[in-house]
């Protein structure tokens, strides 16, 4: 059942991040289109549309990196250590990206909340508060890697493994 889960999450992951990627491209070169062959008609956001798919893509992008096992990853070092300590290396590494991806969902979440507080916005004629459009992505993608890590601890799997071999990805 976790393993339909994750394969889900992770077909869901991959069109949301293609979709928002598509997104950016059409609304930027739309933008340069209009800019290029209608000056009067151009629109000063695109750029900033853009950007902001972009880093929500990226932020989402985080979990399925480490679904993929292709997350912060020493296979050069850590193929040259011993299995038990590879193994302890990579339980230390799970142990202490999940820790950093808890920080920083944290801290993220505060500068949300500040940017909210402050009321920032863009400076196009969008003014797009800031706080939605770029500082929520860092909690959102960093509580997405930790539910990930979660599930697929639960099915037997190791993020961020030492070893090489003990990583499974989901099925599909």
């Not at 505060?110 to 196009?124: G, I, N, P, Y």
């Amino acid at each position: 059942m976790i393993n339909r889960i994750l394969g889900l999450w992770t077909r869901l992951e991959a069109v949301l991040i293609g979709l928002l990627l598509l997104a950016a491209l059409v609304v930027f070169l739309g933008g340069a289109v209009l800019r290029t062959l209608a000056p009067l008609h151009s629109v000063d956001w695109a750029e900033e549309v853009a950007l902001y798919g972009i880093i929500w893509a990226t932020a989402l992008a985080g979990s399925s990196l480490v679904a993929e096992g292709r997350h912060i990853n020493t296979e050069v070092f850590l193929s040259m250590l011993p299995p038990t300590l590879r193994i302890a290396i990579g339980w230390a590494m799970t142990v202490l990206s999940v820790g950093f991806c808890v920080a920083m969902m944290v801290y993220g979440w505060q500068a949300f909340e500040f940017a909210l507080l402050l009321d920032e916005r863009s400076a196009s004629s969008l003014r797009v508060e800031q706080g939605w459009a770029v500082f929520l992505a860092l909690p959102v993608g960093m509580a997405l890697i930790i539910g990930r890590v979660g599930l697929m601890l639960a099915a037997g799997q190791r993020p961020f493994a030492g070893d090489g071999a003990s990583h499974q990805s989901p099925q599909r």
